[in-house]
C-alpha cells in the first residue's frame, strides 16, 4: 500500500531535549515537506526536499532541521525544542513537479500525507 | 509572492443543499491547484486538482471545483451535502519558479471548517 508513514503519532517532551520525528515514504516519491499546523494558521511548511541531499527552507525554518540521506526518509529534528513549536506535524511526499529532474514533468503533482506527529513541549 | 486564501473559517450547510467553499489564489506563473480534506485525527486526504485544460474539475466524494482566471478563483462545490462532508478543506497552490531557480513550494491556505447539519 503506498502510505507515508510518520513515527511517533504522539509526543510530550522537555525544552530543550532533542528530538527526531521520522518519515518514510514507499513511493519512490522525489519531494518530501514538511508541514506545521496551527490553528487559524493552516499549514506552513517548514522545510522540503526536491532529491537527495536537496533541502530546502520552507516559510517557517527556525528551529528545525532535516536531512535527506535516503530517498525515502526525511527526518524532523528538533535540536533545543521549545513551547512554541507544540503543534501538530506532517509530512508529505510528491512526485517531482515542473521541468526538473528526469523526464521533464510531470506538472501538478498532488501530495501524499502522513497521519500526523502531535508534538507538545513543556 | 504566491498565496492563498480562504476567506471563510466556516461554513454551515444544511443536509441536501449545495456547497461552496471558496479560495482565492495568488501566483507568479502558471497555477497548479488542489483541494484536500482532513477528517479528525487524520492527514489531509487529496480531492482533486487543477493543472490545465477544463475549468471544471470532478474529484472524490463527488466534490469539484471551478477555476476562474480572472477571478483567480478556485472554489470548491457540491451539488449536495452530506454530513459525512463535515470536515476541514484545504485549498493549495503549487508554485514552480523559473527552471533557475529550482523552487517549488506547496502553499496551502488556512482552512475551512465545513458543518453539515442534519
Known amino acids: 500500500e503506498a502510505q507515508v508513514t510518520q513515527n511517533p503519532r504522539y509526543l510530550i517532551t522537555v525544552t530543550g531535549k532533542k528530538l527526531t520525528v521520522t518519515c518514510s515514504q514507499n513511493m519512490n516519491h522525489e519531494y518530501m515537506s514538511w508541514y506545521r499546523q496551527d490553528p487559524g494558521l493552516g499549514l506552513r511548511q517548514i522545510y522540503y526536499?526536491?532529491?537527495?541531499?536537496?533541502?530546502d527552507k520552507g516559510d517557517v525554518p527556525e528551529g528545525y532541521k532535516v536531512s535527506r540521506k535516503e530517498k525515502r526518509n526525511f527526518p524532523l529534528i528538533l535540536e533545543s525544542p521549545s513551547p512554541n513549536q507544540t503543534s501538530l506535524y506532517f509530512c508529505?511526499?510528491?512526485?517531482?513537479?515542473?521541468?526538473f529532474g528526469p523526464g521533464q514533468g510531470p506538472w501538478g503533482t498532488e501530495a501524499f500525507f502522513g497521519q500526523g506527529t502531535r508534538l507538545t513541549v513543556v | 509572492a504566491q498565496s492563498v486564501a480562504q476567506p471563510e473559517d466556516q461554513v454551515n450547510v444544511a443536509e441536501g443543499n449545495p456547497l461552496t467553499v471558496k479560495c482565492t489564489y495568488s501566483v507568479s506563473g502558471n497555477p497548479y491547484l488542489f483541494w484536500y480534506v482532513q477528517y479528525p485525527n487524520r492527514g489531509l486526504q487529496f480531492l482533486l486538482k487543477?493543472?490545465?485544460?477544463?475549468?471544471l474539475v470532478k474529484g472524490s466524494y463527488g466534490f469539484e471545483a471551478e477555476f476562474n482566471k480572472s477571478q483567480t478563483s478556485f472554489h470548491l462545490k457540491k451539488p449536495s451535502a452530506l454530513v459525512s462532508d463535515s470536515a476541514l478543506y484545504f485549498c493549495?497552490?503549487?508554485?514552480?519558479?523559473?527552471?533557475?531557480?529550482?523552487?517549488?513550494?506547496?502553499?496551502f491556505g488556512k482552512g475551512t471548517r465545513l458543518h453539515i447539519l442534519p
Open positions: 508529505a511526499s510528491s512526485l517531482l513537479t515542473g521541468p
Open positions: 487543477y493543472i490545465t485544460g477544463d475549468n
Open positions: 493549495a497552490v503549487r508554485d514552480i519558479s523559473p527552471l533557475v531557480n529550482r523552487d517549488d513550494k506547496i502553499i
Open positions: 526536499s526536491m532529491n537527495v541531499e536537496v533541502t
